[in-house]
Nanobody, 124 residues
């Protein structure tokens, strides 16, 4: 089973940028549609962005559209999330996961093989 590990989180000022990475343990990664979610303290985990297996199709939550970009490198077995113009409300633990249902879903119950997460903190 593919294992995922996120990295790249940290503390950044509002308006700054971070790039998150999600490394997959197996080459079968390239066959999966993938997604990013986040969970802020006291809140439920929410969808952020997703990408198809080839990297050609993407979709985003309204809250990050235009600021975040999801991408992947199927040679390096790695998923990315470029986050620009960060806001304090982007503060959360960010998770990557495999979409095990239809591409286009933002329902976290359709995703699996969750990584342990990486903390992103945006100061005002």
């Amino acid at each position: 089973q593919v294992q995922l590990v996120e990295s790249g989180g940290g503390l950044v000022q509002a308006g700054g940028s971070l790039r998150l990475s999600c490394a997959a343990s197996e080459r079968t990664f390239r066959a999966y549609n993938m997604g990013w979610f986040r969970q802020a303290p006291g809140k439920e985990r929410e969808f952020v962005a997703a990408v198809g297996w080839s990297g050609g199709n993407t979709y985003y939550s309204d809250s990050v559209k235009g600021r975040f970009t999801i991408s992947r490198d199927n040679i390096k077995n790695t998923l990315y999330l470029q986050m620009n113009s960060l806001k304090p409300e982007d503060t959360a633990v960010y998770y990557c996961a495999i979409n095990r249902e239809n591409f286009g879903s933002s329902d976290q119950t359709h995703f699996g093989s969750w990584g342990p997460g990486t903390q992103v903190t945006v100061s005002s």
